[in-house]
């Protein structure tokens, strides 16, 4: 008698522009489904991968993969990466997947389709988290990628939903519903409607968000602007032991937008601020800034804080950071 094949394992991919709120909701999923076996394939622009610090998820969980986008540079690792989930596919309740900021999901609900992929997982859906704040700059910056985020969703979320009013609320739900009719659209706040998506598609049974899509195509060269980084964006990476003092950082923060000498669109990272025990996170998309305070360091203490955008100055940024350190992380 043959073998009876196990079930495929659900699996939901996670879309949306930089800061719209895809590791906020990864998070929030990972704390309803605490003790569930979740593998995770994060994908960054730059070649200094953070995203797997910011998730509240042991690092064998998480696979990750830098230096561009799923649907370009790193298309062939995303089906490396895969495969080798797939051969342990039987040790797993769920997969998650989170694209890049400006990566077009397309090309990679068709890494789905191979056989081997198919018969290990199962798409259920693609959820894609819309900044409501910035969603007209988002479109504005990448209109191909952001377009397809919106276009091919099967749930939108359309999170930072409480810092606008009912109007304007209203015009950006009607300019995504004019892109994607047929998606359900979630008002959301730190992308707690988000959460309730993803959890609802994993459980859905006999979904297979593949068929819409023709074959798969060959990896493709990057799309490139003036500046060659993944679709014209720059990621600089910043490393620095010690402590860093909060006023400092603040003020430098704050001028890095207001200045515009640079196109800053994103900053996120971890540090470790003087007299404070814990690890602080800190988030931005261009004005909007947030931070919280998460685990205790163990170990030694080291900031590290990532910058996208265009036109940045990497000597400049590295050297505005250190000069954020205290006296005796500087010595």
Not at 30 to 54: F, Q
Not at 98 to 113: C, H, K, L, N, Y
Not at 150 to 173: H, I, S
Request: with cysteine.
């Amino acid at each position: 008698m043959a073998e009876r094949r196990p079930a495929p394992v659900p699996a939901v991919l996670v879309s949306g522009f930089l800061g719209a709120g895809k590791t906020t909701l990864l998070n929030g999923v990972l704390a309803r489904l605490a003790g569930r076996r979740v593998a995770i394939v994060e994908n960054e622009v730059g070649d200094e991968p953070l995203d797997g610090d910011l998730l509240n998820a042991p690092r064998e969980q998480i696979v990750e993969l830098a230096g561009g986008c799923l649907c370009c540079t790193v298309q062939g690792q995303l089906a490396e990466a895969l495969g080798a989930l797939a051969a342990r596919a039987g040790d797993l309740d769920l997969l998650l997947v989170e694209t890049s900021g400006v990566a077009d999901p397309a090309p990679v609900i068709r890494a789905f389709q191979a056989q081997s992929v198919r018969d290990a997982f199962r798409l259920r859906a693609l959820v894609t988290v819309v900044d409501a704040v910035n969603s007209v700059a988002c479109a504005d910056l990448v209109p191909a990628a952001w377009e397809a985020q919106v276009r091919w969703a099967d749930e939108l979320v359309l999170n930072k939903a409480d810092l606008l009013g009912a109007e304007d609320l209203a015009v950006v739900e009607a300019r995504l519903r004019r892109r994607n009719p047929t998606a359900t659209l979630h008002r959301a706040v730190r992308a707690d409607a988000g959460v309730e998506a993803v959890l609802r598609a994993a459980s859905a049974a006999g979904e297979d968000r593949t068929g819409d899509l023709p074959a798969a195509d060959p990896p493709r060269a990057a799309a490139k602007g003036d500046e060659g980084g993944a679709h014209g964006f720059t990621s600089v990476a910043i490393s620095e032991s010690g402590d860093v003092d909060p006023e400092r950082l603040e003020t430098w923060l704050g001028g890095l937008v207001a200045a515009r000498r640079m196109d800053v669109l994103r900053i996120k990272g971890v540090l470790a601020l003087e007299g404070e025990p814990r690890r602080y996170v800190v988030q931005g998309v261009r004005a909007l800034r947030d931070g919280e305070l998460g685990e205790p360091w163990r170990g030694p203490r080291r900031s590290r804080l990532v910058i996208i955008g265009r036109r940045l100055d990497a000597h400049a940024l590295r050297a505005g950071f250190r000069a954020c350190r205290t006296a005796a992380a500087a010595a």
